[in-house]
């Protein structure tokens, strides 16, 4: 959702949901449809959030994860980051009421945050929309915002998808965005940025294909 794009009256310099502004109304009911909030609730807990940790999200779309991580642990410091203000609009609405959660609008590849800010930071469904060289330059930051031991918290597209892994998975390999992702992919660009890379698990989707989790580690 971080794509930098030209400016213009109808092109953004990100990604919307959906790739359309007049699309984002449909966003929340599709993940819904796709039971998608099992796949939040399992990056979250993968995540193990406490009392006191500052947890970042990024490319946080309509704030689905960070105010369900809010909810499930009230005693967390919760920011979610995200290019498009339509979005963080649904986001703020969402997050009514809920203390110690805050929506930003910013850019994965030019974090506006400083060295080690934060414990934990959380990617869901992000990556995939990314130019090879913008996802490395959001990775590189991702790193920089941890603190030494912080880690990062991965769910996408992603692995060993094959064509009998969902319906859309014969687009996800002609997709060059998506193809970006697949087979070992991911655990190599976080590897050649400075992290500790584990596959931690996946989870098939009939329509989207196959997910994977990923957690990386900044070297303490």
């Known amino acids: 959702m971080t794509e930098h794009?030209?400016?213009?009256?109808?092109?953004?310099?990100?990604?919307?949901?959906?790739?359309?502004?007049?699309l984002l109304p449909f966003y929340d009911l599709l993940t819904r449809v796709l039971g998608m909030?099992?796949?939040?609730?399992?990056?979250?807990?993968?995540?193990?959030?406490?009392d006191g940790l500052r947890v970042l999200e990024i490319g946080c779309g309509t704030g689905n994860v960070t105010v369900r991580a809010k909810r499930a642990h009230p005693g967390t410091d919760l920011t979610g980051l995200d290019p498009d203000p339509l979005a963080l609009a649904r986001a703020q609405r969402k997050a009514r009421g809920l203390t110690g959660i805050r929506f930003e609008r910013g850019f994965a590849q030019e974090l506006p945050y400083t060295d080690g800010e934060?414990?934990?930071?959380?990617?869901?469904?992000?990556?995939?929309?990314?130019?090879?060289?913008?996802?490395?330059?959001?990775?590189?930051?991702?790193?920089?915002?941890l603190r030494p031991g912080g880690r990062l918290h991965i769910v996408d597209i992603g692995g060993h998808t094959t064509v009998h892994h969902g319906l859309a998975a014969r687009w996800t390999k002609k997709n060059p965005h998506v193809a970006g992702n697949l087979g070992d992919a991911i655990p190599r660009l976080l590897g050649s940025v400075g992290f500790e890379?584990?596959?931690?698990?996946?989870?098939?989707?009939?329509?989207i294909g196959q997910l994977t989790f990923y957690r990386a580690t900044r070297p303490a």
Do not use: W
């Not at 931690?200 to 329509?207: D, I």
């Open 5 to 22: 794009r030209p400016d213009s009256i109808t092109r953004h310099d990100y990604l919307p949901a959906f790739g359309k502004d007049a």
């Open 118 to 145: 934060f414990d934990r930071v959380l990617s869901s469904m992000m990556l995939h929309h990314l130019d090879e060289d913008v996802k490395a330059a959001a990775l590189v930051e991702v790193h920089r915002v």
């Open 37 to 50: 909030g099992k796949v939040y609730d399992t990056l979250v807990a993968q995540a193990e959030l406490a």
């Open 197 to 207: 890379c584990t596959e931690v698990g996946t989870r098939r989707s009939r329509l």
